[in-house]
């Protein structure tokens, strides 16, 4: 049986070691310690501010140019005051429910015909108390690609036309269009990709797309003897919504030859925006968006962003939408300065 005092030695002896050892040892492992933990709170810090100063674009499929629109926001107008956060989006009609309903959504790029589709859906008050748009931006082109052995868009009367996936703005106007024609083509609602290769294999007669030109994923049809543009003819009440544009060579080398042009119909295109309650955080937010976009408005026209900035109006206005207030306080009260439109 051990003694007192031997056990007493023993713990001292102990605690001595422990001693020795926390004095050579805690000032490393202290070191990485508060290192640690000042990391972890700037690391805290920086996504309490992103948060604070995020604002969510939804745009377009990735081979479309409503991601390089918004891919270009992110790259001229993020800083420590604002930080755009661009998503891949479903098209046009999806855009405006995802603005509307989506937590963190707060803008999108959408086509101006959509809205129609909101109304056939029962959503039309919902839409009017709940959106917006900052700016008119630029018109987008229909395209319609097709099999050389049809020359007449009414030649696809009960032929296979893909129209891309349900909710898209293509989706949208392909079905105006056509009904407006008094033709009923097979829909099939494929996304671009799959369409293009259901085209060049001879399962379908035709591939409709909305989207700028040029259109990356239609250049690459480089064989006129195979596959070439259609013309949309602008007639009856397609007059109320579109607008007569001419396709050339310069836009699609390896469809179209020098001495033709291809007409067809253009849709205009907004920044739309969620009805935020003045003086509440998000709407602070995209007050923010909107002095930095209409502010630096002029790097979007530089070399190097997409060349479909060259078209757009800030003052333009948009039929059938009201403006964002924020957006029109800053256009009245710089109404007199013409650098708003570049």
């Known amino acids: 049986m051990r003694t007192l005092p031997s056990v007493l030695k023993t713990c001292l002896i102990a605690a001595a070691a422990v001693g020795v050892f926390s004095l050579t040892a805690a000032p490393q492992v202290g070191a990485q310690g508060v290192d640690g933990l000042a990391r972890e709170r700037e690391a805290a810090h920086a996504a309490r501010r992103d948060n604070a100063v995020s604002v969510g674009v939804i745009s377009g499929g990735v081979s479309g140019t409503y991601i390089k629109i918004a891919a270009d926001l992110a790259a001229v107008l993020d800083g420590d005051a604002l930080r755009i956060l661009p998503v891949v989006g479903r098209g046009s009609l999806q855009n405006l429910k995802d603005i509307m309903f989506l937590r963190g959504i707060d803008i999108g790029i959408v086509q101006l015909d959509a ?67 008094g033709l009923t083509p097979t829909f099939t609602s494929f996304d671009q990709a799959s369409g293009y290769e259901r085209l060049r294999r001879g399962e379908i007669q035709a591939v ?5 030109r040029p259109v990356r994923s239609i250049t690459e049809f480089r064989e006129p003897d195979k596959f070439h543009l259609l013309s949309i003819p602008f007639e009856g009440p397609l007059a109320d919504n579109y607008l007569p544009v001419s396709l050339t060579a310069a836009d699609y080398p390896g469809l179209i030859r020098p001495e033709e042009s291809v007409k067809t119909l253009a849709v205009g295109s907004i920044l739309a925006v969620f009805n935020w ?10 007050q923010r968006f909107v002095d930095a976009f209409f502010s630096r408005f002029s790097e979007f026209q530089k070399p190097g962003r ?33 650098a708003i439109r570049p």
């Open 277 to 286: 309650p003045e003086r509440s955080d998000r709407y602070n937010r995209i």
């Open 115 to 181: 809205r129609q589709a909101l109304k056939v859906e029962g959503l039309q008050d919902e839409a009017d108390r709940r959106l917006r748009y900052i700016a008119k931006l630029y018109s987008e082109e229909v395209h319609l690609l097709a099999s050389s052995d049809i020359t007449d868009i009414r030649q696809l009367e009960g032929k296979s036309v893909n129209i891309d996936v349900q909710g898209s703005g293509t989706n949208l106007t392909a079905r105006i269009i056509f009904s407006a024609l």
């Open 306 to 338: 997409h060349p479909k900035w060259t078209d757009v109006n800030l003052t333009a206005t948009a039929p059938g939408w009201r403006r964002f207030k924020g957006a029109q306080d800053w256009l009245d009260m710089h109404s007199r300065n013409s």
């Open 208 to 212: 409709a797309y909305v989207a700028g």
